[in-house]
């Protein structure tokens, strides 16, 4: 039997742990429960010690990320489960997760449906991600940012380098996962309502959400992305010109321009696509 560690990243989540703690334990009494603490200012650790859980404190708070890699290399199980803080996620729930595990994959994910996403905004954003990762990897992505995972230990462990420091370690693993041929599955599951205040905040992290859309794409396969935005400037350049050609007989340089911008993305797309290559690759 693996044994399994059980990963909650928390910066300011006492109130939420005070009832989670005890019903993750009453789920898994043999499993290692550790608690990250990412700079709280509240009584987090001192909840940590109430019920007997290991908790890892850092001086300052270093993002969700950080404190996912400072968890995982901090395990001693076979297998992690990874689980927001916040009271989400139902310990009931890491059983169905453990039961993929045992038939062959790598990973297993918590899927949220549209009802557990947190405001519509959210669950546009989510769709629309989970829609790309599954045109650019060909395989079916229900919940691609979902913090509710359990994977082999052995298999995250190799991407810990690649993991950001801040919320996006869910994209980021599930896309190695998928480049990795590591096979990932998907369980549906109901997230509560959180308890406490979000840590989200709409400007900042819809630019942030923005990025994961570019880093979805190099993560896998960059030229998906480069590609399709090559013929793009290549066809406005050709569009130009029939344009110019009819109307003034001649060759402007918007075509020009039009034109090296579609060798120069082709050229990224290609130095990119030899880069992830490379990162990806295993020696030994």
Known sequence: MNTLSIILPAKNEAAALIDLLPRLRAAQPLAEIIVVDDGSTDDTRAICEKHDVQCL??????????????????????????????????????????????????????????????????????????????????????????????????????????LPNGFSYPTTSTMAFFRSAYPVAYVPIKAAQRVGKSHIKPLRDGIRFLLIIFKIATLYSPMKLFMPASAFFFLLGCANYAWTYSHYGRLTNMSTLMWSAAVIVFLIGLVSEQITALTYRRDG
């Open 57 to 162: 404190s850092a001086p300052y708070s270093m993002g969700n990320g950080a404190a996912i890699k400072r968890g995982a290399r901090a395990a001693k199980g076979e297998i992690l489960v990874f689980m927001d803080a916040d009271g989400q996620h139902d310990p009931t729930d890491v059983t169905r997760l453990l039961d993929k595990l045992e038939q062959g994959h790598d990973m297993a994910v918590g899927a949220r449906d549209w009802g557990s996403q947190a405001g519509m905004g959210r669950g546009v954003a989510n769709t629309f991600y989970n829609w790309l990762a599954t045109r650019m990897t060909g395989q079916s992505v229900l919940d691609l940012t979902s913090g509710f995972r359990a994977v082999r230990a052995g298999r995250f462990k190799e991407f810990l380098y690649l």
